[in-house]
C-alpha cells in the first residue's frame, strides 16, 4: 500500500539553488569558471571568523552550545535588545521556517510578495497554508497593498527589505504606514538578509518596532556581507513572546560549533564589513554603466547582485549562453539574477554578456 502524502506536500516544488562550480564544470567540460549565481560574499569570509574556526576545530566530537549564548549576547548588544529576543537558526532560511511552524496552521495565510524570496511561500505551503501574493509595484514591495491584502485567517506578513530577487528596497516612511496598517495579531516579518549593503538614508530602523512591543520579526544572516554561507549561520531578532514560541519548535543544536564561533569574530570585525560593502558599491557602479550601455534593463539595487528582466524565453537563452561560457548566473522565470563579484569577475560577466547578447 502506498504511503499517504498530504497534497500540499505533494505538490511542493522544491528550492533549487544555484549550481555549484564544481558541478558546471563537469557538466560542460569546462575550467576556471565564475559564479555569480548566489549572492555570496565574493572576497570571502573575515580572517577573525577563519580564525576562529581553526581554534575549535579540535572540539568537533562535543555538540555545539545549545542555547549558543555567547553570540546571542553579543547580537542583543548590536542591536539594543535582550539575549531572550534573539533566536539562532541553520541560516536565517530556519528561522524563516520556524516561524511558519510556529504561527501558521493549516487554513491559516500568509501575505508576501511576488516575486519575493522563494522560500516564504514553500515554508507556508509546508504547514498546510496559503500564500496571499501581491505583485509588486515598479518592482518594489507595495507596503500599502499587502497590508490592505490582510484579512481574518493572516496570521503573518512577509517584507524582504531588500527584495530578493529585485534588489529593491522600502523607505522608513513607507515601512511605518504599513506596520502601523496591519492588525496587532499579524506578525510582520522584515527578512533583512541583505541590510548591511544598503546605502539608501531612510532605511528603516525595523527593529524600533521590536523594542516597542509590536509583533515584528527581523531575519539577519551571516550568509551574505559575513562571508559565511558554508556554515549555514542566521538569526532573527523579535519580541520575547515571539521568541519563545520560535524555540518551542527548534530543534536542539540547530546551529553548529564552528558555525557559532565563526559568527562570533565576524561580528567584531568591521573593517572586513567595510570591504566587503565598498567591492560591492565599486562592483555595482561598473555594473550599472555597462548594463546601461548594452541597453540591459535593471532595476536600481540595493543588494549585492542585479535583476535584470529580459523576457522567459531570452533569460532562459542568455543564461544557458553564459553558463557555456562558464559564468554561472540564476535564471528566475522571465529574468536572471547577477551576483556582484570581484572587478575581474564583472569585468568578465560583461565581456561574456556582450557577446552573447549579440547570439540570443
Known amino acids: 500500500m502506498p504511503v499517504r502524502i498530504p497534497p500540499h506536500i505533494l505538490s511542493l516544488k522544491p528550492y533549487v539553488p544555484g549550481k555549484p562550480i564544481e558541478e558546471v564544470e563537469r557538466e560542460l567540460g569546462i575550467r576556471g569558471s565564475i559564479k555569480l549565481a548566489s549572492n555570496e560574499n565574493p572576497i570571502g569570509p573575515s580572517p577573525l571568523a577563519l580564525e576562529a574556526i581553526q581554534g575549535e576545530m579540535s572540539n568537533l566530537h562535543r555538540y555545539p552550545e545549545g542555547s ?15 539575549p531572550n529576543q534573539i533566536v539562532l537558526g541553520n541560516g536565517s532560511n530556519e528561522v524563516i521556517e520556524l516561524l511558519a511552524r510556529a504561527f501558521l496552521s493549516p487554513g491559516d495565510d500568509a501575505v508576501m510578495a511576488d516575486p519575493s524570496f522563494v522560500v516564504y511561500a514553500l515554508v507556508t505551503q509546508a504547514v498546510g497554508a496559503r500564500s496571499v501574493k501581491v505583485p509588486l509595484r515598479d518592482g518594489v514591495h507595495d507596503l500599502m497593498a499587502m497590508a490592505q491584502a490582510v484579512a481574518e485567517k493572516t496570521r503573518i506578513v512577509f517584507i524582504a527589505n531588500p527584495n530578493n530577487p529585485t534588489g529593491t528596497s522600502n523607505g522608513a516612511e513607507e515601512v511605518e504606514a504599513m506596520v502601523r496598517a496591519i492588525p496587532p495579531d499579524v506578525v510582520a516579518a522584515f527578512d533583512e538578509a541583505y541590510a548591511e549593503y544598503v546605502g539608501r538614508p531612510d532605511y528603516p530602523d525595523t527593529v524600533r518596532y521590536i523594542r516597542e512591543g509590536q509583533p515584528v520579526i527581523v531575519f539577519r544572516t551571516f550568509s551574505k556581507i559575513y562571508g559565511l554561507a558554508g556554515l549555514r549561520i542566521g538569526y532573527g531578532v523579535t519580541t520575547p513572546e515571539i521568541a519563545d514560541a520560535l524555540d518551542r519548535v527548534r ?9 557559532q564561533a565563526a559568527a562570533l569574530a565576524a561580528l567584531s570585525d568591521e573593517a572586513h564589513v567595510a570591504r566587503s560593502r565598498g567591492v560591492n558599491e565599486e562592483g555595482k557602479a561598473f555594473l550599472s554603466g555597462e548594463f546601461r550601455r548594452m541597453g540591459v534593463s535593471f532595476h536600481p539595487t540595493e543588494a549585492n547582485f542585479f535583476y535584470l528582466p529580459l523576457g522567459e524565453r531570452s533569460a532562459k537563452d542568455l543564461s544557458d549562453a553564459l553558463l557555456r561560457k562558464g559564468v554561472i548566473v540564476r ?3 522571465p529574468a536572471i539574477r547577477v551576483t ?8 568578465r560577466l560583461v565581456e561574456a554578456f556582450s557577446e552573447v547578447l549579440r547570439s540570443v
Open 68 to 82: 549558543g549564548i555567547r553570540l546571542k549576547e553579543a547580537l542583543a548588544r548590536k542591536h539594543g535588545v535582550a
Open 251 to 259: 530543534q536542539p543544536f540547530n546551529t553548529n560549533r564552528l558555525a
Open 331 to 333: 535564471p528566475m522565470g
Open 340 to 347: 556582484i563579484g570581484l572587478p575581474e569577475e564583472n569585468r
